[in-house]
């Protein structure tokens, strides 16, 4: 996959990296750079920019001096956080607690990725959600369902690696009229915690999500692709939000059936 970068606003830059999957099949990556209300920037995730990139980016960013921070958002993307340290190292480094547990050498802030005083330090600029009901670290480390979604008020993007997926179907539905579609990520039935309650309390997360970030315009999505409203030519946001909670309402009963 060609790296590339995707402007989607005057402050939102979206960054579509590669990633090999087992080192053969390439799925993409994404990292996103955001300019906020104070005229600093802000790195979503991790990515080791190339030098034709980090130039790009360095003529935003001043040659890097108005990075803020980089604020790493799912606990088992931790390929390249030791080169964006390196890239910007007067940047403040936010990480998941499994992501201080892994690099514990690297300059972490206190305050992690998923805790509430992170996202209310930066709320001026972003809202922040975690999935409820699901392991947020799962002890299979083959299910990488959760993590923390960001939204950027300013351009109504929605940054989320996994949890949300967004892609293109094959030829047969498109023929049908199908061309994309926005869904869970399929580890969703292994993510979910294995109590009574956690299907209710994730189908309530992902409503309240719905009702607070429907009018969103934009969605990054790690591994697959970005959906955008200037390349956006079927349903809103909000209805393929609505259609996806709806297509994963049998796996939620069957999880209600047999845990409670």
């Not at 088992?76 to 964006?84: I, K, N, S, W, Y």
């Not at 960001?150 to 539905?173: G, R």
């Amino acid at each position: 996959m060609t790296e590339k970068v995707i402007q989607i606003s005057d402050s939102f830059w979206n960054i579509r990296g590669s990633f090999r999957a087992g080192g053969l099949i390439d799925v993409g990556t994404q990292v996103s750079l955001v300019k906020r209300s104070n005229g600093k920037y802000v790195f979503l995730d991790s990515y080791s920019l190339t030098d034709e990139m980090r130039d790009k980016v360095n003529q935003l960013t001043d040659n890097g001096r108005l990075v803020e921070a980089v604020i790493n958002l799912h606990p088992f993307h931790t390929l390249h956080v030791t080169r964006m340290h390196e890239l910007f190292p007067e940047a403040k480094l936010y990480g998941t607690a499994r992501h201080l547990t892994r690099f514990p050498e690297l300059p972490w802030e206190d305050t992690r990725s998923e805790d509430t005083p992170l996202h209310e330090s930066f709320a001026e600029d972003f809202e922040f959600s975690l999935p409820e009901g699901v392991d947020f670290v799962s002890v299979n480390e083959q299910v990488h369902f959760s993590s923390v979604l960001a939204l950027h008020k300013a351009s109504k993007t929605i940054h989320v690696d996994d949890t949300l997926m967004f892609s293109s179907l094959p030829a047969p539905a498109r023929l049908m009229g199908v061309k994309d579609r926005l869904s869970f990520h399929p580890t969703l039935a292994l993510a979910l915690q294995k109590r009574g309650g956690a299907a209710e309390e994730f189908r309530h997360w992902a409503e309240s999500l719905l009702e607070r970030w429907g009018g969103a315009e934009n969605i990054c999505a790690a591994h697959t692709a970005p959906l955008l409203a200037a390349r956006n030519s079927g349903r809103s946001i909000r209805d393929r939000l609505r259609r996806a909670i709806d297509n994963i309402g049998w796996l939620l009963r069957a999880h209600k059936l047999r845990y409670g």
